[in-house]
């Protein structure tokens, strides 16, 4: 009897003819070459690959029935090829899709299924996207409050949020931590944020932290008549980290932060939680080391569903430029984009930014960003609440001027946004000619 080197479960399949709603499908890059071969079997690898994620292993056994498959197998419903002049080397844009009903709503169990072994299989491997049906959306609930609840809590209708990032890391007293949030709330900020790796220290524990900021914030608030939100670092181990909400929270607390470390369980575990009123940025320092082998937009999707209201987003434009300029701004895309019930969550372009950046990233991102800025605030010439005002005033030219931001720091009135110019710069952002190739056919502006 002939032999079927394909399996017709897992082959004879297209993204069109799967029961959508029933399967996630994940979209791969895969790079695979065997130096010297002139016969190259990449489908013999995909199979190997889809059965690791789901039924089998690279020893079929007695067990492993056709009906087995039939119910549980990963399906290869996309093989894109990129075509290259090597022989021995196949390069492709691959989709698997895994019945929903092998893991539920277990998101880690899921993890395991799209990103788990088959990072050993294609040393070259990258997940790329991960298509979320109707069927596994409805186990989760999304974020609590999202872009819309944020706003509303801050009674800001249109315009991006600024946000302070406490530093140094740690080392600081609590009364030192108040003193620098008071100082960038008068300047206006929206939201503040512990860097990710402040924790319990021996002179500084959170609970003491979330005292002091909260009084520097409410006495801040009668000078200025404006809420401020704290993200309070809560991150610990699982068994930990929900004790430490409810004493946050109970204590005053109207944000906190998680780092991804904790986990994608743990994140849910919070957000979840109808005791826990109050919104959680995820931040995604852990994902860096992920990043060559996991997409951001997957994290950033991913992390939306399990509930975060604001998430760490990469630029170009940054002081870490880790991912390309598509690859940022889809990641923000993907946040914000129709999900089934799940709620927008804020996209947040990091590291090392400074407020001549804001039309650059306002234009790219949008308006329903929040700009996190750390030394880029803290380190105005005039201080810290110069700085805070600083990147108000960077985002009122943006949104609502029609000057250059050149000219609207002119203004005496924002000499604050001047001063960060004359010391940190700012970018105008290159073009690239795809319709008018040479310059000499570019259009000209008549000057009136």
Partial sequence: MYQRYY?????????????????????????????????????????AMALEGSTGTWEKVEEDTEEVRSLFSSRLVGYYEIPTPEPDRRQAVVQLAFPVEAWGDNIPMMLLAIAGNCFAYSPELRLLDVFLPKNFLTFFKGPKFGVPGIRQMLKVSERPLSLHIIK??????????????????????????????????????YLDRLKAVREALDKAEQKTGKKVIYLLSITHEPGKILDRAYKAIEAGANGLLVAYSAGLGTLRQLTEDSNINVPVMLHGAHMIAAQPRIAWPVFAKLCRICGADMMLTPTIWSSIPMVSLEE???????????????KPMWPMPCAGVYPGLAPLLIGEYGPD?????????????????????????????AISSNESMLDFAKKPENKELRRAIEKWGYIDRPKSPWLRVAPKFHPKKMEL
């Fill in 7 to 47: 399996d017709p479960e897992i082959f004879v399949q297209t993204f069109d003819g799967i029961e959508r709603d029933n399967y996630v499908v994940a979209t791969y890059y895969m790079d695979d070459i065997l130096p010297g071969e002139d016969f190259i079997d990449h489908f013999a690898l995909v199979q």
């Fill in 168 to 205: 140094p890391k740690m080392g600081m007293t609590p009364e030192q931590v108040a003193n620098q949030c008071y100082q960038t709330a008068l300047g206006g900020v929206d939201l503040i944020k512990d860097d990710e790796m402040t924790s319990d220290v021996s002179n500084s524990n």
């Fill in 328 to 342: 940022g701004i889809r990641t923000s895309q993907v946040k914000l984009a129709p999900l089934a019930h799940i």
């Fill in 369 to 397: 960003i929040i700009i996190p800025a750390g030394g880029g605030m803290l380190g105005h010439p005039d201080g810290y609440t110069a700085g805070a005002k600083a990147w108000q005033q960077a985002i009122a030219s």
